[in-house]
């Protein structure tokens, strides 16, 4: 539930779930038509997708992968080295394209600037693209990270019927 939120939260809709959790769209118990009511009123269901725009869905999925990499270099700092490794295997292999955002991703590892990969901004869109962070977690992880995305495309139904 609680990777739904943060996923809900990334989408801008953390706020109907809040309100369909407070009692705003009950009636007070103080109220006498309340305590009077002999059937409850109709189940409040919200389904919740990720939408259309399959590069938003990415970039979603892209910043799950990331932030559970962040999560397990925590744990296991040797992980920081097994990306840079990546990153110099990368470099040798002739293509300069993204030569500029790996430089970048060397000094975030270096310095555990993790805020710059994990923003939402354009750079940090940029430079996931670029990353080798996704390549030290474990398959189990990487395809746990996936399948909740997939589950959030068809939609998350909270409440009851």
Request: net charge positive; charged share 25%; proline share 7%.
């Given at each position: 539930?609680?990777?739904?939120?943060?996923?809900?939260?990334?989408?801008?809709?953390?706020?109907?779930?809040?309100l369909v959790?407070?009692?705003?769209?009950?009636?007070?118990?103080?109220?006498?038509?309340?305590?009077?009511?002999?059937?409850?009123?109709?189940?409040?269901?919200?389904?919740?997708?990720?939408?259309?725009a399959?590069?938003?869905?990415?970039?979603?999925?892209?910043?799950?992968?990331?932030k559970?990499?962040?999560?397990?270099?925590?744990?296991?700092?040797e992980?920081?080295?097994?990306?840079?490794?990546?990153l110099?295997?990368?470099?040798?292999?002739?293509d300069?394209?993204?030569?500029?955002?790996?430089?970048?991703?060397?000094?975030?590892l270096h310095?555990?600037?993790?805020?710059?990969?994990?923003a939402?901004?354009?750079?940090?869109k940029?430079?996931?693209?670029?990353?080798?962070?996704?390549?030290v977690?474990?398959?189990?992880?990487?395809?746990?990270?996936l399948?909740?995305?997939?589950?959030?495309?068809?939609?998350?139904?909270?409440?009851?019927?």
């Amino acid at each position: 539930m609680g990777t739904y939120l943060r996923v809900m939260s990334a989408l801008g809709v953390s706020g109907d779930l809040a309100l369909v959790a407070s009692d705003t769209l009950r009636p007070p118990q103080d109220e006498p038509d309340a305590r009077q009511a002999k059937q409850p009123g109709p189940p409040v269901q919200v389904v919740v997708t990720a939408g259309n725009a399959q590069h938003e869905v990415q970039d979603l999925q892209s910043l799950m992968l990331h932030k559970e990499a962040v999560r397990l270099m925590h744990q296991q700092p040797e992980l920081i080295q097994q990306a840079l490794n990546t990153l110099d295997k990368w470099r040798g292999s002739g293509d300069t394209r993204s030569r500029f955002l790996w430089d970048e991703w060397s000094v975030i590892l270096h310095r555990k600037a993790w805020r710059r990969a994990l923003a939402r901004t354009r750079r940090s869109k940029e430079l996931r693209q670029a990353s080798p962070l996704p390549t030290v977690l474990p398959p189990e992880v990487r395809q746990s990270v996936l399948d909740q995305v997939q589950e959030l495309i068809r939609g998350v139904t909270l409440g009851s019927r």
